[in-house]
T-cell receptor
Framework: DVKVTQSSRYLVKRTGEKVFLECVQDMDHENMFWYRQDPGLGLRLIYFSYDVKMKEKGDIPEGYSVSREKKERFSLILESASTNQTSMYLC????????????FGQGTRLTVV | GENVEQHPSTLSVQEGDSAVIKCTYSDSASNYFPWYKQELGKRPQLIIDIRSNVGEKKDQRIAVTLNKTAKHFSLHITETQPEDSAVYFCAAKKTGAGSYQLTFGKGTKLSVIP
């Protein structure tokens, strides 16, 4: 059974804190993604990575950074959390460059107060 | 980049009726079109996908159609059941150098009324 696991289901952080969201996949997938999900806005891509140490900006990268030191792990970093970053964050992974299914984690509900 | 528009944003149907969700895409190079279902509080999961060399694909009560000329594709759910209630996302992707990510529509919240 394929698995994408996010380290936290719920997080509450204070404005200005540095926040780490962790994602691990056990499928040996090359590609990993971080999406943000907000009502009425769908799934918006923040950053993705197609290989270890490689990263690419998505549609809304401002205020975020990422790290991929190992193939199975992809971290999303909020350098200085702000209230407008309160959202549901979804990690996903997929295999290679072809047209293959993306598998999602269970999501992290982040609240910045 | 790719832009995917999805309509309607909300849809209510009576149990047993059919539901249709429509998406359009902008990049004619896109050639893979998956649909994801997200039940309340759960992760999105792939329910069906179609590739550009196919016009229609069916899986039991679910079907997807693709019109490459018009750059639109649709999800059809027949004989809807309460467990079909969820948010549905369409997406588009192309293959080739630098093409790794899906572009999603904004989602359709489907409510099936018993």
């Amino acid at each position: 059974d394929v698995k994408v696991t996010q380290s936290s289901r719920y997080l509450v952080k204070r404005t200005g804190e540095k926040v780490f969201l962790e994602c691990v996949q056990d499928m040996d997938h090359e590609n990993m993604f971080w999406y943000r999900q907000d009502p009425g806005l769908g799934l918006r891509l923040i950053y993705f990575s197609y290989d270890v140490k490689m990263k690419e900006k998505g549609d809304i990268p401002e205020g975020y950074s990422v790290s991929r030191e190992k193939k199975e792990r992809f971290s999303l970093i909020l350098e200085s959390a702000s209230t407008n970053q309160t959202s549901m964050y979804l990690c996903a992974s997929s295999l290679g460059r072809g047209n293959t299914e993306a598998f999602f984690g269970q999501g992290t509900r982040l609240t910045v107060v | 980049g790719e832009n995917v528009e999805q309509h309607p944003s909300t849809l209510s149907v009576q149990e047993g009726d059919s539901a249709v969700i429509k998406c359009t895409y902008s990049d004619s190079a896109s050639n893979y079109f998956p649909w994801y279902k997200q039940e309340l509080g759960k992760r999105p999961q792939l329910i069906i996908d179609i590739r550009s060399n196919v016009g229609e694909k069916k899986d039991q009560r679910i079907a997807v159609t693709l019109n490459k000329t018009a750059k639109h594709f649709s999800l059809h759910i027949t004989e809807t059941q309460p467990e079909d209630s969820a948010v549905y996302f369409c997406a588009a992707k192309k293959t080739g150098a630098g093409s790794y990510q899906l572009t999603f529509g904004k989602g359709t919240k489907l409510s099936v009324i018993p």
